[in-house]
């Protein structure tokens, strides 16, 4: 004893300071025990106690000798990892978002950790070791508890509140404690559980020829087991490994069959742990050829990252900018280095993977959403080690640990899915990709069809560099596009429903050539709203400032801003009619109503009722493309990047929703969105025909998109734009503040935006309620600051906000106030 103390004495106190998954505005420090100093590393795992006894999993954040003035550190409990999750770009990545986007490292650190990696707190119940319980002394309710304790070893609060049948049960586990026959401790559990997998093997002592033939003579009396041997055997040639799953398909025979063989030891069972993550073989093709334009587009793309830091490719719909990705992917994985390639949707993604199959093979890994939460812990940890040359993913993506990032290519790079609005961070994936480049010293390609005004301004003040393609690859050409009157087809008596007769033509004469249709409605659900015809009542959500929207799918009324449902109405509570009429139209009315059109074509749906479960993108997109489906009505989700062949037509069915938005983006998104549409058709050698539904069929975005004059739509909304002191100009910073109490929000909001008027002078709007005031009972207030780009404005604006919000935060008046920053927020 006195030994150890002497080499403790020796060794140094160390104090870490660690990023909590919380959004509290400093990182806390703790104290490290000696006996732990040797594996603590910046960016590893640890678990800590903060509060009263919560408890924590913590990224090390710093290491130091010093310990806090203000406070006694608490000690760490347990190093969770001998090498860091987080590397020191990674960190470097995260101070960026926290101070960029106002918000706190825990709350980054929360976003992009995969929850796998993140460690619960739960309080368990444990029966006391060595101790003799005296059961006469027990209530009723103390009883059950023990009695289920002796069954099983711990019984969760969850567990035993069912158990009781009662809410309160910390009074009767107390009573336990006192008594000495519980242990209640606050436990961590480790959420991350690595796959297993049963592999056999034939034993040594069959090897030998002789002795195998023995054995098939001994099993003739179970036939079971011997098709089992022979199952072995013949896949034994294939490879070495063989799967328990792989086992039962060749040999065709059950379980019990496999299990006597192990229990008689012919066979040796081992299990391995193996990858969530697909690892089938696929053959690679790298033989293609770039077309002139392509080849020109490549080489100024190298060219100008000799100089530039991010390029622009601007290249039309169906130009071939996959192919050029694909060259410059390759180049950066010959070189030794990483690549992440950004998409905005799971949708896209899920086609491109296959694509990129093709040319890579299993160098790549995804990563986004729809994955479960040990597939992504399992990416998380293959990036880190650089076991991935190319990542493909969605916005989440970028916040993976890569080790050594050479080129970031975002596609589509205007989609505001790239955009995280809530929770906090609320960063920009695009915005974070080009600092992540920075930090890595990588290059950054942007590619559109429709940049986004900012990425084409930059582009065009020589920030960014410039690559266009102007042509279309192959031998496709640019879809004929149709504006078709709904007010004169309305008044003419035409109209079919939601179809204009011109639409439905087109769709006839489409399916009667074995052709594909798209059709796009940018609403989901069956109506808008439903409206008593006799006293105007509409049903709206009790939380939201919203009407109901009606599903055909669950027959029920919902609200796609918090979820609420309720019973469809049939009869008005206001005034007893049963005149409800049904207005507005989704995807699933349009889905509805062209199975009774066209009672012989396959139609299928495309929105987020539809695409819920995990494989459900991959399901309706590989139904299309194997022809499977004629129709394939959607909303936004079907614009972004889809490639099929026989897509001849694509159908807008009502363009003014998307023109008359309020919004300042509201043209620039239009015309992003409806030449997207229209790229989806005659993307081979058929031309393909784009009809487009609208009531003011002279609106000069429509034009615009006729044309596929970009050009124009950028000259005249950056007129705009500059006039208004909107973006590119200016950046933007919105302040939300919420509160239960109409009142109360609006008299802070008020009061908020005086005193930030003082610092801030004209630069400040509002405050004024947002379109939608009120969200799950919250009242809504917003504020923006214009921030203008010149000079280091947006850096004082950022500091002197920052002083302003910790002021509004520590003022017992605002107790109750949702206050929400979002920077960049449209």
Known sequence: ?????????????????????????????????????????IGSRVIVQFGKSKIYTAIIYSVSE???????????????????????????????????????????????????????????????????????????????????????????????????????VYPVLKSLFGKG????????????????????????????????????????RAPKQLEALMGYIKLRRQGPQISKKELLEAANCGEAAIKALVEKGIFIQEERIVSRLSTDEAETYTNFTLTVTQEQALQSIRQQFDSKEVVLLHGITSSGKTLIYIRLIE???????????????????TQVIERLKQYFGNQIGVYHSKFSDNERAETWTQVLKGQYRLVLGARSAVLLPFADLGLIIVDEEHETSYKQFDPSPRYHARDTAIYLAHVHRAKVLLGSATPSLESYYNAEAGK???????????????????????????????????????????????????????????RRGYTSFLLCRTCGFTPKCINCDV????????????????????????????????????????????????????????????????????????????????????????????????????ITLIGIINADSLLNYPDFRAYEKSFQLLSQVAGRAGRREKTGKVVIQAYDTQHRVLHQVISNDYHALY?????????????????????????????????????????????????????????????RNFYIQTILIKCERAGDSIQKIKQALAAILLKFEADKANKGILLRVDVDPF
């Open 1 to 41: 004893m006195l030994e150890l103390n002497q080499e403790q004495a020796g060794r140094t106190t160390l104090f870490v300071e660690v990023i909590l998954p919380l959004a509290i505005s400093r990182n806390y420090t703790y104290r490290v025990p000696l006996s732990m100093n040797d594996g603590i590393r």
């Open 66 to 168: 010093t310990a806090p003035e203000l406070y006694e550190a608490k000690y760490i409990l347990d190093v969770l990892d001998e090498e860091p999750v987080v590397n020191a770009q990674q960190l470097r990545l995260w101070e960026w978002i926290a101070a960029y986007y106002f918000c706190s490292l825990g709350e980054v650190m929360q976003a992009a950790l995969p929850a796998a990696l993140k460690l619960a707190s739960e309080t368990r119940i444990i029966l006391m070791e060595d101790h003799e319980t005296d059961k006469a002394t027990l209530n009723d309710k103390e009883y059950l508890i023990v009695e289920a304790l002796s069954i099983q070893p711990e019984l969760k609060i969850s567990e035993v509140t069912k158990l009781l049948g009662q809410k309160t």
């Open 181 to 220: 026959v519980i242990h209640i401790s606050e436990e961590v559990i480790q959420r991350y559980k690595p796959k297993r997998k049963a592999f056999f093997e034939l034993h040594t002592d069959y090897a030998d020829q002789e002795n195998l033939r023995a054995l098939f003579t001994v099993l003739e």
């Open 331 to 349: 180049e950066v994985i010959t070189s030794g280095r990483q690549a992440l390639f950004l998409l905005p949707e799971i949708a896209l993604t």
């Open 464 to 522: 960014y560099g410039l690559a266009t393609i102007s042509g279309r690859f192959g031998n496709s050409r640019l879809p004929e596009i149709r504006v078709v009157s709904i007010a004169e087809e309305t008044k003419r008596k035409t109209m079919v429903s939601h179809f204009t007769s011109v639409l439905i033509t087109e769709i006839g004469d489409a399916l009667s050539r074995k052709e594909q249709v798209i059709l796009f409605q940018n």
């Open 547 to 646: 009407s109901l929207t009606y599903h055909k799918s669950t027959q029920k009324l919902h609200c796609h801003y918090c979820g609420y449902k309720q019973e469809t109405v049939s009869v008005c509570p206001a005034c007893g009619s049963t005149h409800i009429e049904q207005k507005g139209f989704g995807t699933e009315k349009v889905e509805d109503e062209l199975a009774m059109i066209f009672p012989g074509a396959v139609i299928a749906r495309m929105d987020l009722d539809a695409t819920r479960t995990k494989y459900s993108f991959q399901k309706i997109l590989a139904d299309f493309e194997e022809r499977k489906t004629d129709i394939l009505v959607g909303t936004q989700m079907i614009t972004k990047g889809l490639d099929f062949d026989h």
């Open 715 to 775: 000259k005249t909304e950056l007129a705009e734009r500059k006039n208004f002191a909107y973006p590119p100009f200016y950046r933007l910073i919105r302040l939300d503040i919420k509160h239960k109490d109409q009142q109360k929000a609006e008299m802070v909001a008020t009061r908020m935006a005086a005193e930030l008027k003082v610092t801030f002078g004209d630069r400040i709007l509002g405050p004024q309620p947002p379109l939608i005031a009120r969200v």
